[in-house]
Each structure stands twice: as structure tokens, then as C-alpha cells.
């Protein structure tokens, strides 16, 4: 009996192995490649270890290929997205959740439906609609784009928190004095911060890797994000995987950081162990 309990343990020990290295290979192959020469990245057989560690891929990208300004551009997009997404779903959360209204499930029903539509099948309509609002080829515009997209998840995963929140708070509140604006944000919202940091996280996320809207709405090469900003390391004869691996090392630097920062948040928001009894 001990015997099988142990084979047992040790195919679970060898699977989880398996996926570990599965999973964070990718990883190790992307840091220590941005760490070789732009001749020993493409040399064959390849090297696991760089030969001769240089920093020069990072050097090239910062001074030479623009990233500073990519870097800031995704940094901006993404911090609006977040803010205005989890702003103002706070509040739409806190309507669907507190107030009966004709047609409210339906209009649920409408948010979570949208998230069901593939990106691509509605880019064509925002790069008409921002067109036509003069909104093309701005930061502005694209943060709008992606604001829309991450707004229904936003909603449906605040309005999940606020529920958890008794009504008589609100009632209790209304009886001494307090209005509406000030039930959200001085009752309600300290008592959503986990669900908040989630929400805002995600849609950061989301707006932080996201190509193919950056692709159709920026033209302009001083607006573009750093997901663009990799595509143009990538040329008709040549690839500079240095400096695509040294980019994304970069690009992956605040995701991690989030990561790590918010961790409990984010376990809490989006297991939900922070419902209230």
C-alpha cells in the first residue's frame, strides 16, 4: 500500500516537473537569448548558456530602436484603460447591483454577451467610429477602444462584489445622512478593494499585450505601444531576435511586478474569499 502511495507521489512529482519546465522554458530561452551577440542568437546548434554575455541588445533598443517612447505610450494606454474601465464600472456595477429597473438582466445579459465577440470581427467599426470622431491615430482614441472592451468584465466582476455587500449598509447610511455618492465611495468601495485591484489589473493587463488594436487604430510611429514597437524589429530580410528578446524582457518587467506586488489582491479578487457574511 505504502509502495503505490509512493509510486503515486512520484509520477505527480514527475508531472508537475514536466509542466514547470514546460511552461517556464519559454521563459529562460527568452531571457538568455537577449543576452547573446546578434550572431550567436541565430548560430546553430543553439547554445543554452550565452557564450559571451552582452548587454548589447538593450543598449540597441533604448538609444536606437525608440523604446523609451513605446514604453511610455503602453504605459499610458494602459493605466487610462485601467483607471477609466474600473472607474467607471464601479459605478454601473453599483447600479445594476442596488437598483430594480425594467430591462436590467437584460442589459447584463447584453455586457457578458459582448465579451463573447471575437476582437477582430469589431475593430473595423471602432477604426470607423474613431475616424469619423476625428478620435484615429491618437492615444486618446485607442484608449477608448480599450476601454469598451474591458468595461463589460469590469461590470460584471464589480457588480459580483457589490452584492456581497448587505443593502441595509446602504439603508443605514441613507438614515444618517449620507447620499448615494457617498455610499459608494466611503461604504461600498473599501470593501471591494480586492475585487477593485483585480478588476483594474486585468484590464491593465489586457491593454499592456494587446496588438491588434494598437495595429488598426495608431498609424503614427510616436504614438505606437510596445507591442508595435517589437513588430518593427521584425524586417523583410532580416529579424533582430537580440533585440526582440531584449524587448519583451522589458515588456514583461511591470506584468511580473504587478504580479508579485499584488498577489493577495488579486488571489482574493478573483477567488472571491472576500464575501462578507
Given amino acids: 500500500m505504502m509502495r503505490g502511495s509512493a509510486q503515486s507521489n512520484l509520477f505527480v512529482w514527475v508531472a508537475l ?38 548587454t548589447d541588445a538593450y543598449r540597441n533598443i533604448w538609444l536606437q530602436e525608440g523604446f523609451v517612447a513605446y514604453f511610455r505610450n503602453s504605459l499610458i494606454v494602459s493605466l487610462s484603460t485601467a483607471l477609466l474601465s474600473s472607474g467607471v464600472g464601479l459605478f454601473a456595477a453599483y447600479g445594476f447591483s442596488r437598483f430594480k429597473f425594467k430591462g436590467r438582466m437584460a442589459w447584463m445579459s447584453l455586457f457578458l454577451g459582448s465579451q463573447m465577440l471575437p476582437g477582430v470581427l469589431l475593430v473595423g467599426a471602432y ?15 485607442l484608449i477608448l477602444a480599450q476601454t469598451t472592451i474591458t468595461l463589460p468584465f469590469s461590470v460584471w466582476m464589480l457588480k459580483g462584489y457589490i452584492d456581497t455587500v448587505p443593502a441595509e449598509i446602504d439603508n443605514a447610511a441613507m438614515i444618517d445622512g449620507a447620499n448615494r455618492l457617498q455610499i459608494l465611495l466611503r461604504i461600498i ?7 477593485f485591484v483585480a478588476t483594474a489589473t486585468f484590464a491593465f493587463l ?8 494598437a495595429l488598426c ?3 503614427d510611429q510616436a504614438k505606437q505601444t510596445m507591442t508595435l514597437g517589437i513588430t518593427r524589429l521584425i524586417g523583410q530580410f532580416r529579424v533582430q531576435w537580440s533585440e526582440i528578446m531584449a524587448a519583451t524582457v522589458i515588456g514583461s518587467v511591470i506584468p511580473a511586478t504587478l504580479y508579485v506586488f499584488l498577489q493577495k489582491y488579486l488571489v482574493q479578487g478573483f477567488t472571491g474569499s472576500a464575501v462578507k457574511d
Fill in 217 to 219: 487604430l495608431i498609424e
Fill in 206 to 213: 489586457l491593454a499592456w499585450g494587446d496588438l491588434l488594436w
Fill in 17 to 54: 516537473l514536466a509542466v514547470a519546465i514546460f511552461n517556464l522554458f519559454p521563459f529562460y530561452w527568452m531571457v538568455t537569448s537577449s543576452f547573446k551577440s546578434s550572431l550567436e542568437v541565430v548560430s546553430y546548434p543553439a547554445t543554452l548558456v550565452p557564450q559571451a554575455w552582452t
Fill in 189 to 195: 468601495a473599501p470593501n471591494i478593494i480586492p475585487g
Fill in 127 to 141: 477604426f470607423r467610429m474613431l475616424t469619423f470622431a476625428g478620435l484615429y491615430d491618437t492615444l486618446f482614441g
